[in-house]
Nanobody, 128 residues
Framework: QVPVVESGGGLVQPGGSLKLSCKLPSKSALDYYDIGWFRQAPGKEREGVACINSNDGSVYYADSLKGRRVTISKNSAANTVNLEMDSLKPDDTAVYYC???????????????????WGRGTQVTVSS
């Protein structure tokens, strides 16, 4: 198990921006593990958002987010993997989780069973 901690959630207005961070415990962990972001809205299944490969930096996004402005990136100095999303809508409201993996190889791998160590999540509420 690898402790990961999400931060940055809160209340945002429709059309606003989401900026979340997933902090890993060390540089070695950041270099070793792929990191994914997931979200779970009330009454719905947990769904993948994006993941980043630790080896080559490749990033992958869920098909459900096509047409959306979303970015996953790594900040090596801070030992974090960040998620940014613009033009938020009320249905973006969810608990957002980050998790470690070893197989972030395409958007098809954005499945919960491919991710191992999960954070506790951070709530994002999009409402006016």
């Amino acid at each position: 198990q690898v402790p990961v901690v999400e931060s940055g959630g809160g209340l945002v207005q429709p059309g606003g921006s989401l900026k979340l961070s997933c902090k890993l415990p060390s540089k070695s962990a950041l270099d070793y593990y792929d990191i994914g972001w997931f979200r779970q809205a009330p009454g719905k299944e947990r769904e993948g958002v994006a993941c980043i490969n630790s080896n080559d930096g490749s990033v992958y996004y869920a098909d459900s987010l096509k047409g959306r402005r979303v970015t996953i990136s790594k900040n090596s100095a801070a030992n974090t993997v960040n998620l940014e999303m613009d033009s938020l809508k009320p249905d973006d409201t969810a608990v957002y989780y980050c998790a470690t993996s070893q197989i972030c190889l395409s958007h098809n791998f954005l499945r919960t069973e491919n991710f191992n160590s999960w954070g506790r999540g951070t709530q994002v509420t999009v409402s006016s």
